[in-house]
């Protein structure tokens, strides 16, 4: 057995979530490989085979993977897909929208968003929003999975220094085109890995109010999140959505402002390890996981919140 | 040019999900059943393209149980032309259900597949990459704005860094974000016009697809529960909970 990582990266670095997704990976079986597809990624390539849970890497480089096409991608991956028992990445944007495609060209029935590796063909994973847990068992041949990164620890960076192993390139697709990418940059730490996420919600009643919920963000070194009723109503961009079908956070503290806590909120907040809810409807569902829920007006609980917090001189960066 | 939705009966997403004791799955009797969220957005993108002039049928598919046929007739109602019914008497994976699709899309030669991203039940988030993958056909998924163009399609797609957007030549598959629209509801005489168009059902058994499970369902449980919080009274009291108590802060 064999286990191939698609890594996730930008040709400069790799993405943070692929380093959880190694964690998982290595738990399915130590002989991992990983599948670098990029251009000009060298820097990625090595910091990739300084990962000790990486036993070798695999770099294609050529043009045409200057952008992410999950067309190419997956051209690139059946070459080496034979060698290989699992064929697996993580479960954010990135891995939903390429593993399903390899998946069916291998006939293969994929395991998706998996939170606990069991055994090499057994797995642990959410349905219905968190609110089952499903124990899955694969019965084909070769497995297809994608491994939700919050549920792993990143893997150690340092000390490994694996074979790095150039392969050749793959077709390319002529229908489809990358056009552009409008990422948002921020000084703020990433929403999926921050360790205190404070998250607005329709509550917050306009764009500019958000800005009670980026102060205390800076004061506490927070992500910002936000409810999709606030990012539907457009005060926030889409990449802050938590929730079913935006991103999961597990930090280690959930601030949830003027949000109600619908069920698909609930699923991408509901393993952090601690909650807070600020909301003035004392029977919001939001308060059923908070462990500390605070029934007030947030306009007047937000900047109190800043000034207690600005008589802490002792908070943890 | 002819637009194929596939859309899917799940438990309504304002149910609270009841794990069954034996743990063989969840609690769907006399539970409310809706179109998969997402796939209304589906819908909807197809009747505003018919709308625009731009296409001139639109074909609503699903792949279910008798009463999956719902979502078919809700599908109508909004502004489908007519409907297909793929009727099985178990639940598929998506790998079996991409197969089925692959069937009626290589029948009714549609130009374009759209459906929701992802289906709210077992979030798998695999159909339309997997129909895109049988039929080498451009994939452009979590689409949150769709532009149709001369033989190609530009989508913008919500991504993890933001939003990304590509050019996808047709025939292509467009999965659906929430924010791709916002679904109109059904009016009283349309849902009274809708019972008249036509739903052609058809035996999945008769398309020769292989649709056997390759997943094992082993357990279904319930997730941990949290234990039970606490109200603070002030926000004096909150913070200091946080910082003495949890010691998060």
Known sequence: MSVLLI?????????????????????????????????????????????????????????????????NYTSAILKHADKYSHIVCSANTFGKNLM??????????????IIKVIAPDTFLRPIYAGNAFATVKSNDDKKCITIRPTSFEA????????????????DKTENTKFVNREEIKSDRPELGTARIVISGG??????????????????LNAAIGASRAAVDAGYITNEHQV????????????????????????????????????????EAPIFSVADYGLEADLFEALPQFLEELNKLNTIQK | MKILVAVKRVIDYNVQIRVKEDGSGVVTDNVKMSTNPPDDNAIEEAVKIKEAG????????TVGEEKAQETVRKALAVGADRGIHVKVDSILEPLAVSKILKKIVEKENPDLVFMGKQAIDDDCNQTGQMLAAHLNWPQATFASKIEVKENSLEVTREVDEGLETIEVNTPAIVTCDLRLNEPRY???????KAKKKPIEQINAS????????????????????????????????????????????
């Open chain 2, 54 to 61: 731009k296409a001139s049928e639109i074909i609503a598919v």
């Open chain 1, 202 to 219: 329709r509550g917050l009643q306009s764009g500019e109010n958000f800005k009670l919920i980026t102060d205390v963000a800076d004061k």
């Open chain 2, 206 to 249: 008769d398309l020769g697809v292989d649709t056997n499970p390759r997943i094992e369902h082993i357990k279904i449980e319930e997730p941990p529960k949290r234990k039970a919080g606490i109200k603070v009274a002030s926000v004096e009291e909150l913070v200091q909970k946080l910082k003495n108590e949890a010691k998060v802060i």
């Open chain 1, 100 to 113: 399903p495609r390899i998946a069916a060209l291998l006939d293969i029935s994929q395991v998706s968003d």
């Open chain 1, 7 to 71: 890594a996730e990266h930008n040709n400069k670095e790799v993405k943070s979530f692929t380093l959880n997704a190694i964690t998982a990976a290595s738990q399915i079986d130590q002989d991992l490989h990983v599948l670098l597809i990029g251009h000009n990624a060298d820097d990625v390539a090595k910091s990739l085979s300084e990962v000790p849970l990486v036993k070798k890497v695999l770099h294609m480089d050529n043009e045409i993977y200057e952008n992410y096409i999950a067309e």
């Open chain 1, 243 to 282: 929730g079913q079908t935006g991103k999961v956070v597990v930090p280690d503290l959930y601030i949830a402002v003027g949000i109600s806590g619908a069920i698909q909120h609930l699923a991408g907040m509901k393993e952090s390890k601690v909650i807070v809810a600020i909301n003035k409807d004392g």
């Open chain 1, 155 to 170: 893997a150690e960076t340092t000390g490994g220094s694996a074979e790095i192993e150039k392969v050749d390139a793959a």
């Open chain 2, 186 to 192: 059904a009016s009283l005489p349309n849902i009274m």
